[in-house]
């Protein structure tokens, strides 16, 4: 248990090392987010009061962009130097690697979503103060959720011939009720409507989370191959 | 390995048998609808077709468990060709829905819970065909679509409840109740029958794509014994 943890623990360090290094993936996820709430903008051009409406979807679209850049990019970093077959080679657990991979998707991804709220909040003169807790809640559950499985189709897509548009073609299919979830869950925790529908929202994506890690845990040594 | 139950041109006859039959039973046998006239008649294909592609991806899971479990060609087999055929009944769905919709509803399409996850249903058959045809070699490509293969039907029921508490939250326009809200005796008995009959024909398809599938991985092994020995 404990050697496992400390085997994420450094393929986790590993790839943020090189992430620190360069800092080519958070920051492009990051502009890219805010260039999606920038197009919304100026397709939908919500007015002011119509902004609680538009926001939880307007957030998720432009987390569920932004996650892809991510994910994609955490696997393309790998197809140099054959570093891919580097870690299927190496003595760890495959699920291992995979757990690895999601936490450093999610780190990303959190990054990226919190520069996104922000410049949302600033935009759109809305304070997400009121509903904080509930609102990182909500995020934190729907991104794990969302990494847990775009860090297998990015593994899965990775071995395609199409690479980068297969990710988004394979995943969004399945995370379709993450996303329904999360939607409608922020929009009751930004309305401030604390109702026992949120609570099944956010059960739901507990539960969506919860699955999807551990079937992608157990299927990931098939998508590492032989 | 599947049907071997009864041979080929016994299946094929009745195949065409039972869908004649179906034809003869949508058309005269069925009672008419006292409010959507002749047009509900479509409803025989379009939910016969549906319940036929659920079969099929639930085929498509079992393919791929079976591929993981034993790695048995067969299985991938399986998986790729329910895969396939799938796709083709879904479709099916997803065009005689509309068709019958505009008459009846007025509207094409509407973002209910039963369509929603028709629709999704059909991009998950979707991505499955294109990773098959976007991976490079054999053995990758079966076990990375098994990958996805299981992943995707896993899904299916937590689609189903997302989409279900999603559309009791937001109230569509009143339509009129689905299809098989209490069907008349006669209706059911039609209904069942043309179910019958595609099943029938989508197994045909399914034994004509695994033929196909042995035959081509036979070949493979041929060219490569021949290479080997040249």
Redesign the interface.
């Given at each position: 248990m404990m050697r496992s943890l400390s085997l994420i623990g450094t393929l986790f360090a590993k790839d943020v090392r090189i992430e620190w290094r360069q800092r080519e993936t958070v920051a492009s996820v990051c502009v890219f987010g805010l260039l999606v709430v920038l197009i919304f903008h100026f397709g939908f051009q919500p007015a002011g009061e119509e902004s609680p409406r538009v926001l939880p979807g307007l957030l998720w679209i432009a987390f569920a962009f932004s996650g892809i850049l991510s994910f994609n990019r955490s696997f393309e970093a790998e197809r140099e130097n054959a570093c891919l077959e580097g870690l299927y080679l190496a003595p760890v657990d495959p699920g291992l690697i995979y757990l690895a991979k999601l936490l450093v998707n999610l780190l990303f991804l959190g990054i990226a979503e919190s520069v996104i709220v922000l410049a949302t909040a600033v935009w759109y003169n809305f304070s997400f103060l009121p509903s904080f807790k509930w609102f990182v809640l909500i995020v934190f559950l729907g991104t794990f959720g969302y990494a847990a499985?775009g860090a297998?189709?990015a593994a899965?897509s990775a071995?395609?011939?199409?690479r980068e548009v297969?990710l988004p073609?394979?995943q969004?299919?399945?995370v379709?009720?993450l996303f329904?979830?999360s939607v409608?869950a922020t929009r009751s925790a930004l309305s401030g409507n604390i109702s026992p529908?949120m609570m099944?929202?956010i059960k739901?994506l507990a539960?969506?989370a919860v699955?999807?890690t551990v079937?992608?845990y157990l299927?990931f040594e098939?998508?590492m191959?032989? | 390995m599947l049907g071997k139950i009864f041979n080929s041109r016994v299946h094929l006859i009745l195949t065409v048998a039972w869908l004649l039959a179906a034809i003869y039973m949508i058309f005269i046998y069925a009672p008419n609808e006292a409010n959507q006239g002749e047009v509900y008649r479509i409803i025989y294909v379009h939910v016969s077709s549906g319940w036929t592609a659920f079969l099929a991806y639930f085929l498509v899971f079992l393919g791929s468990v079976g591929y993981?479990v034993n790695r048995s060609p067969q299985a991938d087999d399986l998986a790729h060709a329910a895969g396939e055929v799938g796709f083709v009944f879904v479709s099916c769905v997803l065009v005689t829905g509309p068709l019958w919709a505009k008459p009846i509803w007025g509207i094409w399409w509407t973002w209910d819970a039963r369509l929603t996850l028709t629709f999704?249903l059909w991009?998950?058959f979707?991505?499955y065909l294109?990773?098959r045809s976007?991976?490079?070699d054999s053995?990758?490509a079966a076990?990375?679509s098994?990958?996805?293969g299981?992943?995707?039907f896993?899904?299916v029921p937590?689609?189903f409840?997302?989409?279900r508490?999603?559309r009791t939250?937001h109230p569509q326009p009143v339509i009129l109740g689905g299809p098989d809200s209490g069907l008349p005796p006669k209706m059911l008995i039609t209904l069942l029958f043309t179910w019958g009959a595609f099943l029938l024909l989508f197994f045909w398809f399914l034994r004509l794509r695994l033929e196909l599938l042995r035959m081509k991985r036979e070949v493979s092994g041929l060219r490569r014994e021949l290479a080997i020995e040249a």
């Open positions: 499985v297998t189709f899965v071995n395609t011939r199409m297969m073609v394979l969004f299919p399945v379709f009720p329904i979830a409608e529908e099944s929202w739901l539960g969506f699955i999807f079937l992608s299927l098939y998508v191959g032989e | 993981l999704i991009l998950l979707v991505s294109l990773l976007f991976v490079a053995p990758r076990l990375l098994a990958v996805v299981i992943i995707g896993v899904d937590i689609d409840m997302a989409i508490w999603w939250q």
